[in-house]
């Protein structure tokens, strides 16, 4: 094993699909010689050539369009948005197109495509570059969404999404791109699309999150000596884990669900309609949330004071915890 970041584990998932399927191919703005903005396929164009390695234009749309093209005909690309807040644009091919390829074929045609997209704030970027649109696609039936949080997590999805026929947006957490280092097998491992973590066990309430929050939140809990919780990474949004959700709901009684997105119609909100509806006479509290607000993300010297907090964490698990009857 090798101790690799996000950034290091991502270009080895692509790095060693692309040698073992000369399908898979690569399409973004500036990822073959410069390695992308964050250098997630540097030295990928001098292996496998500009072919399979394709520097396209500033067209997002374009470059989903493409994909579903090559994935039609195919092909597995991988096409890479530079922010999330980029992917506007595509939002067209994705919805209208991508997802719906199997139902208008009558399952004829499939269209295994990834899109790889940074996501989030944390790293105190410019306006589009720190947004959390995550609920966009997982509201479109058709799409996977996936969002690991450690480079373990990072290579497991990334080598299944590759491989699913189907298409599926790969988030990846930018504020935990070089944060973390972990210890990643050099050799292939699938994590299944759809499948949940405990990342700590715990009895007395559930917290649930997903992304970079996910190291945000294991950080705040250990500060909290008198309430053992358990935290739960998501991983997958789309499809959703919801046995593993339920059942942890269900041993400890309380909820607390941690995103960076606004809250407004966010996915916390259907997580907890989930629960209301499966779980309801387990719960001791109302479920507390801790989300983003519904502004544009203030951006730089404000970001601090939007994103969720350990403070705030801790404050919301005193609080469900006080509140349970």
């Not at 306006?127 to 480079?151: A, C, Q, R, W």
């Not at 700590?200 to 190291?215: A, P, Q, R």
């Not at 499809?239 to 916390?268: H, Y």
């Not at 499966?278 to 730089?300: F, M, N």
Request: hydrophobic letters at 40%; charged letters at 25%.
């Amino acid at each position: 094993m090798t101790r690799l970041n996000l950034v290091e584990a991502i270009n080895l998932a692509l790095k060693q699909e692309m040698k073992k399927d000369k399908s898979v191919v690569l399409i973004g703005e500036d990822i073959g010689e410069d390695g992308g903005v964050f250098r997630v396929t540097d030295g990928l164009a001098k292996l496998y050539g500009n072919e399979r390695v394709m520097d396209s234009p500033l067209a997002e749309s374009g470059i989903v369009g493409t994909s579903i093209g090559m994935a039609i005909a195919g092909l597995k690309p991988v096409a890479e948005m530079q922010f999330e807040g980029f992917i506007m644009p595509a939002l067209d091919q994705l919805i209208n197109h991508a997802s719906r390829i199997r139902n208008r074929s009558r399952g004829r045609f499939t269209c295994p495509l990834v899109v790889r997209c940074p996501t989030g704030g944390g790293i105190k970027a410019l306006e589009h570059h720190s947004d959390s649109p995550e609920t966009y696609l997982i509201h479109t039936p058709g799409l996977k969404v996936v969002m690991p949080s450690t480079p373990y997590d990072a290579k497991g999805l990334l080598i299944s999404s590759i491989r699913d026929p189907d298409p599926v947006i790969f988030f990846e957490p930018k504020k935990v791109y070089r944060a973390i280092k972990q210890e990643v097998p050099e050799e292939e491992y699938l994590i299944p699309i759809g499948k949940a973590k405990i990342v700590k066990e715990g009895s007395d309430v559930t917290l649930i999150t997903w992304g970079s929050l996910v190291k945000t939140s294991l950080e705040a809990v250990q500060h909290i000596s008198d309430i053992n919780v358990e935290v739960i990474d998501l991983r997958s949004l789309s499809p959703l884990d919801t046995s593993t959700i339920l059942n942890s709901v269900k041993k400890t009684g309380k909820v607390v669900i941690v995103q960076e997105a606004p809250k407004t119609l966010g996915f916390s909100s259907e997580i907890i309609a989930i629960i209301n509806e499966k779980a309801l006479y387990s719960l001791e509290a109302p479920i507390e949330r801790v989300t983003g607000y519904d502004v544009v993300i203030p951006l730089p010297k404000n970001e601090d004071l939007y994103l969720p907090s350990q403070e705030k964490i801790i404050k919301a698990v005193e609080k469900v915890t006080k509140n349970a009857i």
